[in-house]
Nanobody, 115 residues
Framework: QVQLVESGGGLVHPGGSPRLACAAS????????MGWYRQTPGKQSELVAH???????NYADSVKGRFTISRDNAKSTVYLQMNSLKPEDTAVYYC?????????WGQGTQVNVSS
């Protein structure tokens, strides 16, 4: 069973630049496109960034120009570099394949943007 483990979140000041990482228990990144999602209470989950197997990326308008998704297939890890954070970026961030292939969601990593 593939496990997805997110890390890198925490309390960040507005304007901060944390980098999130998502590691898989075995290599899946070389054959699946991956996405970073975020969830806030009372809101629908949002796909914020997507990266194809070949490395093409796409971003939600809300993060375009501020977030960068990347992947290291050899390390089975996908990253989300977050820059110029805003309070509205506060959320739990998850990674998973995009589109879904039914992998169980990890615990996510909480990002709190606050002064």
């Amino acid at each position: 069973q593939v496990q997805l483990v997110e890390s890198g979140g925490g309390l960040v000041h507005p304007g901060g630049s944390p980098r999130l990482a998502c590691a898989a228990s075995r290599s899946i990144f070389s054959i699946y496109a991956m996405g970073w999602y975020r969830q806030t209470p009372g809101k629908q989950s949002e796909l914020v960034a997507h990266i194809t197997i070949s490395g093409r990326t796409n971003y939600a308008d809300s993060v375009k120009g501020r977030f960068t998704i990347s992947r290291d297939n050899a390390k089975s890890t996908v990253y989300l570099q977050m820059n110029s954070l805003k309070p509205e970026d506060t959320a739990v961030y998850y990674c998973n394949t995009e589109p879904s292939i039914g992998l169980p969601w990890g615990q996510g990593t909480q990002v709190n943007v606050s002064s």
